[in-house]
């Protein structure tokens, strides 16, 4: 992982171009079909992303999907267009067990994948009541309400299996910590071994189940990574949702930090107005991150710094 001094001033866009929080009758904008995920993953690279966050889904249900066939469609294709680094969820969604979570990922090795720290409440449910009477599929609603009994099952061995899986073939790990629990969590893996420093850090703030939204609990988050694991031995990365996306990714940039952003996480462009694209939320922050007289970073910088093994050794 680089520590070059000029790659301190650039800033890793990461784009996640669907996830499996969101709905389709949320937004027409929201990519639900592997072509959709396809053409916006491109436009996002090329408006600036560095990073690719994926999730597939099923092109008739629109629902996520682990299946391996759709998977690596979708990878193939974008890897046909873009020198974009392609980070598979393995988090996949609340409800898919570990093995199907894992299934597509262990078969494709890509360069990134991420890595949940820690088992949590994680809460869609208060979504329903605004688009209530709306729906587009008759599994959106129950999909929804079943967050408020379900919990996002991400424990010790289940982190270990996604270590021991995904790391055997040189992929790195984006490590996603809903609160500082996480980062606990996170320390006592490399404590044991089983973590490989330097490391790539996404702090996650704004998710219903996790730890809230604002500068402070970012500062607390942040400053809890620098006494686990010293402020040189790491990079992070923000993502918030909703409202806070773009606020706190700028927060982060100003810091010294990486941003996400996407509409897995956030379906705006602006109070009220729904974002057209993947493209637009990654072009608002470009402009943010060059206010600062940032640079932002490309492919090949983005590989450089986070140390990934490059495109040419992915199974797809």
Same mark, same amino acid.
């Given at each position: 992982?680089s520590?070059?001094t000029?790659?301190?001033?650039?800033v890793?866009?990461t784009?996640?171009v669907?996830?499996?929080t969101?709905?389709?009758?949320?937004?027409e904008?929201?990519?639900?079909?592997?072509?959709q995920?396809?053409?916006?993953?491109?436009?996002?690279?090329?408006?600036?992303a !560095? @990073?690719?966050?994926?999730?597939a889904? /099923?092109?008739? #249900?629109r629902?996520? $999907?682990p299946?391996l =066939?759709?998977w690596l469609?979708?990878l193939?294709?974008?890897?046909?267009?873009c020198?974009a680094?392609?980070?598979?969820?393995?988090?996949?969604?609340?409800?898919?067990?570990?093995?199907?979570?894992?299934h597509?990922p262990?078969t494709?090795?890509p360069?990134l994948c991420?890595?949940?720290?820690?088992?949590?409440?994680?809460?869609t449910y208060?979504?329903i009541?605004k688009?209530?009477?709306?729906w587009?599929y008759?599994?959106e609603?129950?999909?929804?309400?079943a967050?408020?009994? !379900? @919990?996002?099952?991400?424990?010790?061995? /289940?982190?270990e #299996?996604?270590l021991? $899986?995904?790391g055997? =073939?040189?992929?790195?790990f984006?490590?996603?910590?809903?609160d500082?629990?996480?980062?606990?969590?996170?320390a006592?893996?490399r404590?044991r071994g089983?973590?490989?420093m330097?490391?790539f850090l996404q702090?996650?703030t704004?998710?219903?189940?996790?730890?809230?939204?604002?500068?402070?609990n970012?500062?607390?988050?942040k400053?809890?990574?620098?006494r686990?694991?010293?402020r040189?031995?790491?990079r992070?990365?923000v993502?918030?949702g909703?409202r806070?996306?773009?606020?706190?990714a700028? @927060?982060?940039a100003?810091?010294?930090?990486n941003?996400r952003?996407?509409?897995?996480?956030s379906?705006?462009?602006?109070?009220?107005?729904l974002?057209?694209?993947?493209a637009?939320?990654?072009?608002?922050?470009?402009s943010?991150?060059?206010?600062?007289?940032k640079?932002?970073?490309?492919?090949?910088?983005a590989?450089?710094?986070?140390g990934l093994?490059?495109a040419?050794k992915?199974?797809?």
């Amino acid at each position: 992982m680089s520590t070059d001094t000029a790659d301190r001033n650039r800033v890793i866009i990461t784009c996640a171009v669907t996830g499996a929080t969101h709905t389709p009758t949320m937004s027409e904008y929201l990519p639900t079909t592997p072509d959709q995920i396809i053409e916006q993953a491109i436009g996002a690279a090329r408006a600036g992303a !560095a @990073i690719i966050h994926l999730h597939a889904r /099923d092109p008739e #249900t629109r629902r996520p $999907t682990p299946d391996l =066939g759709i998977w690596l469609h979708i990878l193939r294709a974008i890897r046909a267009e873009c020198d974009a680094v392609l980070n598979m969820t393995t988090g996949g969604s609340t409800f898919m067990k570990i093995e199907e979570r894992l299934h597509a990922p262990s078969t494709a090795s890509p360069e990134l994948c991420s890595c949940n720290m820690g088992s949590m409440n994680f809460g869609t449910y208060t979504m329903i009541e605004k688009y209530r009477g709306k729906w587009k599929y008759d599994w959106e609603e129950d999909y929804l309400e079943a967050s408020r009994s !379900a @919990i996002f099952r991400n424990t010790f061995a /289940d982190i270990e #299996t996604i270590l021991a $899986t995904m790391g055997g =073939g040189g992929t790195r790990f984006e490590f996603e910590c809903y609160d500082v629990g996480h980062l606990y969590n996170l320390a006592h893996m490399r404590d044991r071994g089983l973590v490989r420093m330097p490391m790539f850090l996404q702090l996650i703030t704004g998710t219903l189940g996790g730890i809230g939204p604002g500068p402070e609990n970012l500062m607390f988050m942040k400053e809890t990574a620098d006494r686990l694991f010293g402020r040189d031995d790491y990079r992070w990365s923000v993502l918030a949702g909703g409202r806070h996306q773009i606020n706190m990714a700028s @927060i982060a940039a100003a810091m010294g930090g990486n941003v996400r952003v996407g509409l897995e996480d956030s379906l705006y462009a602006g109070p009220g107005q729904l974002a057209r694209s993947n493209a637009e939320q990654v072009t608002i922050i470009r402009s943010v991150i060059e206010d600062l007289r940032k640079a932002v970073a490309s492919p090949t910088d983005a590989r450089r710094m986070l140390g990934l093994k490059g495109a040419d050794k992915v199974g797809f």
